[in-house]
């Protein structure tokens, strides 16, 4: 390590710094993408519940009796049915039969018994459903279901809740392509952060080690070339730094030696 290149040293302490650079820029983006799935989880989890205190409102009127209790609950399919959040995510709603109930696109599943539904990767989602909401009253699911507009079943993660009075479940959730195109576009611009400062890194490291390491050489071989007694040296450096103090030195040196051997010739 201490024989090394002055320019040597300098590229290895500026990779050394690149390196911890990186590794801090790596962590960041993965602490960024865990930050952002958790908030997109969070996200649905209350989109979810607003949706379910729209349910709870129109089965606390059936309750009290100032709605009939079938016409509460159309009337709460229905003001559930329009409801949209990111411009066109919905919610459904299903029972613990499973029996679908509401579905605002996929209406051959209503009244349906879903007990035996699986998704392309063999999931028994609304059992599945069920069970969580039984044991534990809400939680998110993850499978796989068909997005509208797409022609291949993409992931889906969802939040799905009970309504006790009815024992209805509410659900929503976010595609997981949606996800992973938002992280994408996180991870590109962090990645053309990083690439530009990787460059500026590479050009400032270049001119430094230029700056240092060939003056530097030349004032080593200048001292070289006197302590094999070749006195014709001039070094003309003209920088203020320490490197230019040493070349003025050497400068200096060789004159005053010149000035010395001419004395000596001359008596």
């Keep these: 390590m201490k024989d090394l290149k002055i320019s040597?040293?300098?590229?290895l302490l500026s990779g050394s710094i690149l390196i911890v650079f990186s590794l801090v820029v790596a962590w960041m983006y993965l602490d960024a993408k865990r930050n952002y799935v958790q908030a997109r989880r969070n996200e649905i989890k209350h989109v979810v519940e607003s949706a379910w205190g729209v349910l709870d409102y129109?089965?606390?009127?059936?309750?009290?009796?100032?709605?009939?209790?079938?016409a509460a609950k159309k009337q709460a399919i229905?003001?559930?049915?329009?409801?949209?959040?990111?411009?066109?995510?919905?919610?459904?709603?299903?029972?613990?039969?499973?029996?679908m109930v509401m579905h605002?696109?996929?209406?051959?599943?209503?009244g349906q018994d879903?007990?035996?539904?699986?998704?392309?990767?063999?999931?028994?989602?609304?059992?599945?459903?069920?069970e969580l909401c039984r044991r534990q009253g809400q939680g998110f699911i993850e499978y796989v279901w068909h997005k509208p507009g797409s022609t291949m079943p993409?992931?889906?993660?969802?939040?799905?809740?009970?309504?006790?009075?009815?024992?209805?479940?509410?659900?929503a959730g976010v595609y997981t392509d949606d996800i992973e195109r938002n992280l994408a576009k996180v991870f590109y611009t962090t990645l053309g952060i990083f690439c530009a400062l990787l460059l500026g890194v590479i050009v400032v490291t270049l001119i430094v080690s230029r700056q240092i390491a060939v003056p530097l050489g030349q004032a080593v071989e200048a001292m070289e070339r006197l302590g094999n007694g070749n006195f014709d040296v001039h070094l003309g450096m003209t920088r203020r730094d320490e490197i230019g103090r040493m070349?003025?030195?050497?400068?200096?040196?060789?004159?005053?030696?010149?000035?010395?051997?001419?004395t000596i010739r001359s008596m």
């Excluded at 009290?64 to 209790?69: I, R």
């Excluded at 066109?88 to 299903?94: E, Q």
């Design 8 to 11: 040597h040293k300098i590229f």
């Design 58 to 70: 129109y089965a606390g009127l059936a309750e009290s009796k100032q709605l009939d209790s079938e």
């Design 78 to 99: 229905e003001a559930v049915r329009s409801l949209r959040f990111d411009v066109d995510n919905y919610y459904w709603i299903n029972d613990f039969q499973p029996r």
């Design 104 to 110: 605002p696109f996929s209406q051959e599943l209503v």
């Design 114 to 130: 879903l007990s035996e539904y699986r998704d392309p990767q063999g999931k028994a989602l609304f059992v599945e459903m069920a």
């Design 154 to 171: 993409v992931g889906k993660v969802s939040f799905v809740k009970r309504l006790p009075q009815w024992n209805w479940i509410v659900g």
């Design 247 to 262: 070349a003025n030195a050497i400068d200096a040196c060789v004159g005053n030696l010149r000035k010395l051997f001419e």
